[in-house]
């Protein structure tokens, strides 16, 4: 079973700047991907970045040159610099973990999880 806990959220003004950061834990033998997505109300998930540890970081079109995803395998973490945050920034922003581990029945495999938001908010 693997766990994923985010924190970093808050509020900041048109222009600040937040850090989040990501941690997995559990039965986690190795790491497939970390990334962040977020979900703005009334609008559907959507990626924003990904770490993958066979092909480094990918960017949502709309953050790039803004935002960097950064982490370390070995401490099962990952974060994201959010720079130059506008209005259209505010969101949940929610940590995802593709791992290889063993689940709650011990069985192995590929997991999925998802933390539980972090909310980040932009003032004009």
């Known amino acids: 079973q693997v766990q994923v806990v985010e924190s970093g959220g808050g509020s900041v003004q048109d222009g600040g700047s937040l850090t989040l950061s990501c941690a997995a834990s559990?039965?986690?033998?190795?790491?497939?991907?970390m990334g962040w997505y977020r979900q703005a109300p009334g609008k559907q998930r959507e990626l924003v970045a990904v770490l993958e540890s066979n092909h480094g970081p990918n960017y949502a079109d709309f953050v790039k040159g803004r935002f960097t995803i950064s982490g370390d395998n070995s401490k099962k973490t990952v974060y994201l610099q959010m720079n130059s945050l506008n209005p259209e920034d505010t969101a949940v922003y929610y940590c995802?973990?593709?791992?290889?581990?063993?689940?709650?029945?011990?069985?192995?495999?590929?997991?999925?999880?998802w933390g539980q938001g972090t909310l980040v908010t932009v003032s004009s």
């Open positions: 995802n973990a593709d791992v290889n581990g063993w689940d709650s029945k011990g069985q192995y495999g590929a997991l999925d999880a």
């Open positions: 559990g039965r986690i033998f190795s790491i497939n991907a």
